[in-house]
C-alpha cells in the first residue's frame, strides 16, 4: 500500500477515526493488526519473517535482561545479530554472493555454479531488522530495559508509518510512546496534516515528475552524452531526495496525528558544506545507527589515524551494501568513504590556501563554495547509485563531459533541445521540474528561519486555508497520478 494512493487515504482515515474512538488499552491491538495489514497488502506470506524477527529478538532481549553476566548476554546479542543478518543475505545478498562467486569461478574455469534463490526482495527487510538489532543493542549495552509486553514490541518492530523506509526507530524513543494515551490535540492532528501534505507535494510533484527525465536517460545512457547526462544526474539528486523524505515526512506526519513523534530523517542536506556535514542531514536515522552500533563497535575515531580512515571507508562501504545487493552501491559508498578521508587528510592544506588567498574575509562567499563543491561530490557519487549496472555508471562517467562546448550551437534547435534536454518530454514538464526544484529550495531557504508549520499557524484563518486549499490544487493538477512506488522500498 503506498502512501501516495487512494488507498492509502481511505486506510489512514478509518485507523485515526478508529484510533482515537477506542479505549485506550485497546489501541495498541487496532495499531498492530492495521500494521501488519498495511505491510500484508504488498506480499501476504512475507509478515512471517517480521513475526520471526520479532520473536527472535523479544526472546533475546528477555534472556539479556534476566542475566548480568556479560559473556552470556552476549550470545543472545549474537543471536540477534545472527538471525536478523540470516533474514537478510537470504531474500537480499544471497544473489549478489552467489552471482560474484560463480563468476570467480568461471574466471578459474570451475565449471560448478551455485543456483538462484528465485525469492522476491520483501519490501523494507532493511529497516525494520536494522530497527530489532537497535533494540538487541541497546538492551546489551544496558541504555534501555527489555519490553515485557510482547505485543507493544511487536507494534514497535512493525509500526506501519515508519515500517517499509523508516526513520529507523530507536525503542528508547518509540516504546515508551506508543504506551501513552494520546488524546485528540487539534493543532498537533493539524500539524501532522500540514507535514503529510507537504511531503505528499515533493513526491508526486517533484519527483515523480523528475523521475521521467532520470528514468529515459538511465534506462539506456549510451544514448546520451555530456549535457544529458548532466541534467538527468542532477534531476536525480532532487528526485531521490524529494521521494525519500517526501516518504519521511508522511511517514512522520501520520504518526504525529496519532501523538507519536518520530525522529528527524532529512534536514536540507543539499546545503551541507561538507560530506560530513550532508551526513548528519541525509537519512539520520541510517547515518546515525552505523554510527553508534558498527562504527564505535570497531573503533570509531579511538584509534591511531590509519586505523581511524579504515574505520570510516569500512562503514560507508558496508552502509553502500546495506542500499542494494549491487556492486554499484559499493562503489557509491565507497566514493563517499574516500571523501571523508581525503577532506580529513587534506584539512590542513584547505584552511592554509584559504588563508592565503584571503578567502577567510568573505564567509558567505566560502559558504557557496563549500556547499557547491558538496553538491556537485554527491552527485557525482549518485550516478553509481542509480545507474542500473557498473557498465553503465563507467560510460556516464567517461561520457559525462564530452560535447558540451557542442551545445552551445545547438540551443535554436527545437529538435535537439526536445531529444537531450527534455527527453522526450514537453517543454510544460521540464519547466514544470524547473519550478518545483526553485520553489523547493525557497522553502529551504525559509526554513532555516524556523518551522514554516509554526509560521503558518500564526497566520490568519483564511490565509492558513488559502495555503492548504492551493497546496491541494497544486497536487491535484500538477501531480503525477501514476502510482510510483518510493525508491526506497527496494532496500
Same mark, same amino acid.
Given at each position: 500500500?503506498?502512501?501516495?494512493?487512494?488507498?492509502?487515504?481511505?486506510?489512514?482515515?478509518?485507523?485515526?477515526?478508529?484510533?482515537?474512538?477506542?479505549?485506550?488499552?485497546?489501541?495498541?491491538?487496532?495499531?498492530?493488526?492495521?500494521?501488519?495489514?498495511?505491510?500484508?497488502?504488498?506480499?501476504?506470506?512475507?509478515?512471517?519473517?517480521?513475526?520471526?524477527?520479532?520473536?527472535?529478538?523479544?526472546?533475546?532481549?528477555?534472556?539479556?535482561?534476566?542475566?548480568?553476566?556479560?559473556?552470556?548476554?552476549?550470545?543472545?546479542?549474537?543471536?540477534?545479530?545472527?538471525?536478523?543478518?540470516?533474514?537478510?543475505?537470504?531474500?537480499?545478498?544471497?544473489?549478489?554472493?552467489?552471482?560474484?562467486?560463480?563468476?570467480?569461478?568461471?574466471?578459474?574455469?570451475?565449471?560448478?555454479?551455485?543456483?538462484?534463490?528465485?525469492?522476491?526482495?520483501?519490501?523494507?527487510?532493511?529497516?525494520?531488522?536494522?530497527?530489532?538489532?537497535?533494540?538487541?543493542?541497546?538492551?546489551?549495552?544496558?541504555?534501555?530495559?527489555?519490553?515485557?509486553?510482547?505485543?507493544?514490541?511487536?507494534?514497535?518492530?512493525?509500526?506501519?508509518?515508519?515500517?517499509?523506509?523508516?526513520?529507523?526507530?530507536?525503542?528508547?524513543?518509540?516504546?515508551?510512546?506508543?504506551?501513552?494515551?494520546?488524546?485528540?490535540?487539534?493543532?498537533?492532528?493539524?500539524?501532522?496534516?500540514?507535514?503529510?501534505?507537504?511531503?505528499?507535494?515533493?513526491?508526486?510533484?517533484?519527483?515523480?515528475?523528475?523521475?521521467?527525465?532520470?528514468?529515459?536517460?538511465?534506462?539506456?545512457?549510451?544514448?546520451?552524452?555530456?549535457?544529458?547526462?548532466?541534467?538527468?544526474?542532477?534531476?536525480?539528486?532532487?528526485?531521490?531526495?524529494?521521494?525519500?523524505?517526501?516518504?519521511?515526512?508522511?511517514?512522520?506526519?501520520?504518526?504525529?496525528?496519532?501523538?507519536?513523534?518520530?525522529?528527524?530523517?532529512?534536514?536540507?542536506?543539499?546545503?551541507?558544506?561538507?560530506?560530513?556535514?550532508?551526513?548528519k542531514r541525509w537519512h539520520i536515522?541510517?547515518?546515525?545507527?552505523?554510527?553508534?552500533?558498527?562504527?564505535?563497535?570497531?573503533?570509531?575515531?579511538?584509534?591511531?589515524?590509519?586505523?581511524?580512515?579504515?574505520?570510516?571507508?569500512?562503514?560507508?562501504?558496508?552502509?553502500?551494501?546495506?542500499?542494494?545487493?549491487? !556492486?554499484? &552501491?559499493?562503489?557509491?559508498?565507497?566514493?563517499?568513504?574516500?571523501?571523508? @578521508?581525503? +577532506? *580529513? /587528510?587534506?584539512?590542513? $592544506?584547505?584552511?592554509?590556501?584559504?588563508?592565503?588567498?584571503?578567502?577567510?574575509?568573505?564567509?558567505?562567499?566560502?559558504?557557496?563554495?563549500?556547499?557547491?563543491?558538496?553538491?556537485?561530490?554527491?552527485?557525482?557519487? !549518485?550516478? &553509481?547509485?542509480?545507474?542500473?549496472?557498473?557498465?553503465?555508471?563507467?560510460? @556516464?562517467? +567517461? *561520457? /559525462?563531459?564530452?560535447? $558540451?562546448?557542442?551545445?552551445?550551437?545547438?540551443?535554436?534547435?527545437?529538435?535537439?533541445?526536445?531529444?537531450?534536454?527534455?527527453?522526450?518530454?514537453?517543454?510544460?514538464?521540464?519547466?514544470?521540474?524547473?519550478?518545483?526544484?526553485?520553489?523547493?529550495?525557497?522553502?529551504?531557504?525559509?526554513?532555516?528561519?524556523?518551522?514554516?508549520?509554526?509560521?503558518?499557524?500564526?497566520?490568519?484563518?483564511?490565509?492558513?486555508?488559502?495555503?492548504?486549499?492551493?497546496?491541494?490544487?497544486?497536487?491535484?493538477?500538477?501531480?503525477?497520478t501514476e502510482k510510483i512506488p518510493?525508491?526506497?522500498?527496494?532496500?
Amino acid at each position: 500500500m503506498l502512501f501516495n494512493t487512494f488507498e492509502f487515504l481511505v486506510f489512514f482515515t478509518v485507523v485515526v477515526a478508529l484510533y482515537y474512538t477506542f479505549a485506550f488499552r485497546f489501541r495498541w491491538v487496532l495499531l498492530l493488526v492495521a500494521s501488519y495489514y498495511f505491510y500484508m497488502a504488498w506480499e501476504p506470506a512475507y509478515i512471517i519473517l517480521i513475526i520471526i524477527s520479532t520473536l527472535i529478538d523479544y526472546f533475546a532481549g528477555l534472556k539479556m535482561d534476566q542475566v548480568t553476566e556479560k559473556t552470556k548476554r552476549r550470545k543472545y546479542l549474537i543471536l540477534s545479530i545472527v538471525t536478523n543478518l540470516a533474514l537478510l543475505f537470504t531474500f537480499k545478498y544471497y544473489n549478489f554472493f552467489a552471482g560474484t562467486i560463480n563468476r570467480l569461478f568461471g574466471h578459474c574455469l570451475i565449471s560448478y555454479t551455485l543456483p538462484e534463490s528465485g525469492l522476491l526482495l520483501p519490501i523494507g527487510i532493511s529497516f525494520y531488522t536494522f530497527q530489532t538489532m537497535a533494540y538487541s543493542f541497546d538492551i546489551y549495552r544496558g541504555e534501555i530495559r527489555h519490553e515485557k509486553h510482547l505485543g507493544i514490541y511487536a507494534l514497535y518492530v512493525a509500526y506501519f508509518p515508519q515500517l517499509v523506509a523508516g526513520p529507523i526507530e530507536r525503542a528508547g524513543n518509540l516504546i515508551k510512546q506508543l504506551k501513552v494515551k494520546h488524546e485528540f490535540d487539534y493543532y498537533r492532528v493539524t500539524g501532522g496534516l500540514k507535514l503529510m501534505l507537504w511531503g505528499m507535494f515533493k513526491k508526486v510533484v517533484i519527483a515523480d515528475r523528475l523521475a521521467l527525465f532520470v528514468d529515459k536517460v538511465y534506462a539506456d545512457p549510451t544514448g546520451y552524452k555530456g549535457i544529458s547526462l548532466i541534467i538527468a544526474t542532477v534531476f536525480f539528486a532532487f528526485q531521490i531526495y524529494c521521494d525519500f523524505s517526501g516518504y519521511s515526512d508522511i511517514a512522520i506526519g501520520a504518526a504525529e496525528v496519532m501523538g507519536v513523534r518520530l525522529m528527524q530523517n532529512f534536514r536540507r542536506p543539499y546545503h551541507a558544506q561538507s560530506i560530513g556535514e550532508f551526513w548528519k542531514r541525509w537519512h539520520i536515522s541510517l547515518s546515525t545507527w552505523f554510527r553508534d552500533y558498527f562504527y564505535i563497535s570497531i573503533g570509531g575515531n579511538r584509534v591511531p589515524v590509519m586505523r581511524w580512515h579504515f574505520n570510516i571507508f569500512i562503514t560507508f562501504l558496508v552502509s553502500g551494501l546495506w542500499h542494494g545487493a549491487s !556492486w554499484t &552501491f559499493v562503489v557509491w559508498g565507497a566514493l563517499h568513504g574516500f571523501y571523508m @578521508i581525503f +577532506a *580529513n /587528510l587534506t584539512k590542513n $592544506i584547505r584552511e592554509k590556501i584559504v588563508s592565503i588567498l584571503g578567502l577567510i574575509k568573505f564567509p558567505n562567499i566560502m559558504r557557496f563554495l563549500r556547499v557547491c563543491t558538496t553538491f556537485l561530490l554527491v552527485c557525482f557519487a !549518485w550516478i &553509481f547509485f542509480r545507474a542500473n549496472t557498473f557498465s553503465d555508471a563507467k560510460y @556516464i562517467v +567517461a *561520457n /559525462l563531459f564530452s560535447g $558540451i562546448p557542442d551545445v552551445f550551437s545547438k540551443l535554436n534547435d527545437s529538435g535537439f533541445i526536445k531529444e537531450f534536454v527534455y527527453f522526450g518530454q514537453s517543454g510544460r514538464e521540464f519547466n514544470i521540474a524547473v519550478i518545483a526544484i526553485i520553489l523547493l529550495e525557497i522553502v529551504h531557504l525559509i526554513q532555516c528561519r524556523g518551522s514554516i508549520r509554526e509560521m503558518i499557524s500564526r497566520k490568519p484563518l483564511w490565509i492558513r486555508w488559502s495555503i492548504y486549499v492551493i497546496a491541494v490544487l497544486v497536487i491535484m493538477n500538477f501531480g503525477i497520478t501514476e502510482k510510483i512506488p518510493f525508491i526506497y522500498f527496494q532496500f
